[in-house]
């Protein structure tokens, strides 16, 4: 323990210029200021001269360094009357309750966002169907505020953050969506007390597409397909168009996931995280069997080699266009997806639409794959009118 001067002295320059440094490594000589209780400079065996305050805290003594004389730290000069500035603003805020060293001393527990957002990420990806936008999003606020103390971020500097991104809304909203699950968990592991991001209401996002692929352009690539040299990504493109499967879930199948007898297909890892089961009919089934076997791999559309599935069938699907005359169309390969969903609903229904297409939620298909034009609205309100039993109806059959 250090040893206390006698008598207490006012702590000045002139002073502290004058106190030689201690002789005993392990002891510094304190020296207490006769102004200040509990204000006084430490000097060691180097010559250092560092301010400290003290208090009392029930039986515990606590003890806060101010700074090192002569140095210049965030707040500015260390001198005599600076140190003992601050030294009144913690005799202050210990008088009024509070505890500044041991919120020091949380302050150094605290971990800075980039070290609580690597723990998250290791928790998420044992507890969320699919990390896969966390995994993208928090890296970006990670290369911003990685250094930063976690409990030292506010919701401003999160709208900083996502103004960066105002010109792609939707992956701004993402972002948000990310970083306030990321300040959730901290709250609820005691880290912080409030989530900066919770306030924050998302950007107003564009509608999403609507485009469908036409009958007569269907007709189009119908034959152009059949065209199509390759025979795996003519498969896949005639299975995409029979089923509405994800293309991701049609390149990634292998043929353990189906059973041809059964008409079924089992989907391992759809976007739902869990397996999914999908009816396959006659026609899906004899696509299935015209498709060559490459020896030794497990995949119904593989790659180059036989441990890989196919990357996409991008080619594929632009060679028919090209043949189909829609080169310079703006159709999208997953327009054949949206066409699948919104031909079920019109054919036998909303639900049914939205089982074949695996959506958690009716309200999906209705928005984005599904959405009835006025033709459809039309055609039901006359159905609606032709079971009804009116007395015009009656006078004008009789």
Known sequence: MPRKPKNAVKLTKRLLDSLPPAIDRAHPVWTADSELKGFFVAVYSTGQKVFFVRYWTGRARRIVRIGRYGETDSEGPVTPETARARAKEILA?????????????????????????????????????????????????????????LASLSTEDVLRLRQTME?????????????????????????????????????????????????????????????????FGKAALKILILTGVRGKELLRAKWEDLDL?????????????????VPIDANVTAVLKSIPRMEGSPFVIPGRTPDQPRYDVRGPWERAKERAGLAESDLHIHDIRRTFGLAVARQAGLHIASKLLRHSSTKITEQVYAPLGLDDLREALTRRADVLSFPEKKKGTG
């Open 93 to 149: 805020q210990h008088e009024l309750g509070g505890d500044p060293a041991g919120d020091r001393d949380k302050a150094r527990e605290m971990p800075t966002f980039k070290q609580w957002a690597e723990r998250y990420l290791e928790r998420v990806a044992l507890e969320k169907k699919s990390p896969r936008e966390d995994r993208r999003f928090l890296p970006m606020a990670v290369k911003r505020w990685g250094g930063r103390p």
């Open 167 to 231: 010109k792609t809304p939707a992956q701004a909203n993402r972002l948000i969506a990310s970083i306030r699950a990321c300040f959730s968990a901290a709250v609820r592991s005691g880290l912080i007390t409030f989530n900066p991001a919770r306030s924050i209401r998302p950007f107003k996002e564009n509608p999403p597409r609507a485009r469908v692929i036409t009958p007569d352009e269907m007709e189009r690539l119908l034959v152009a397909i059949e065209a199509e040299g390759d025979p």
């Open 261 to 277: 007898d059964a008409g079924t297909w089992r989907i391992p890892s759809p976007k739902a995280g869990h397996p999914q089961v």
